[in-house]
């Protein structure tokens, strides 16, 4: 029901820009997020945002770099990946639930979602 396209090979400081198109759910009441994993590593938080897209929320390390955005006519979210650096490799991967949560951090613990796209590679190399 999520599936995330736009990944490739970049080189440093190129950018990039993925795509998360959900199907068979109420998009505007999920609110979505990108995550990322790395090789050898933990899947991790990158960004989050809202259903109405008024609240949006960064892992420190790509503040500046990176902007979440979504459209929901278009039952799509996005992440436009700047400058991008060769530690940001990985299998990057949307999520989304519409359950209400109960702590403000809600958002960075994967657990948190119930649906997951497929995920596409990102590989940031010269």
């Known amino acids: 029901q999520l599936q995330a396209s736009g990944g490739g090979l970049v080189q440093p400081g190129q950018s990039l820009r993925l795509s998360c198109a959900a199907s068979g759910l109420t998009f505007s009441q999920y609110g979505m997020a990108w995550f990322r994993q790395a090789p050898g590593k933990e899947r991790e938080f990158v960004a989050a945002i809202s259903r109405s897209d008024n609240i949006i929320h960064y892992v420190d390390s790509v503040k500046g770099r990176f902007i979440i955005s979504r459209e929901n006519a278009k039952n799509s979210v996005f992440l436009q990946m700047n400058r991008l650096k060769p530690e940001n490799t990985a299998v990057y991967y949307c999520?989304?639930?519409?359950?209400?949560?109960?702590?403000?951090?809600?958002?960075?613990?994967?657990?948190?979602?119930?649906?997951w796209g497929q995920g596409t590679q990102v590989t940031v190399s010269s």
């Open positions: 999520a989304g639930d519409s359950s209400v949560k109960t702590y403000s951090t809600w958002y960075r613990n994967l657990r948190e979602y119930a649906y």
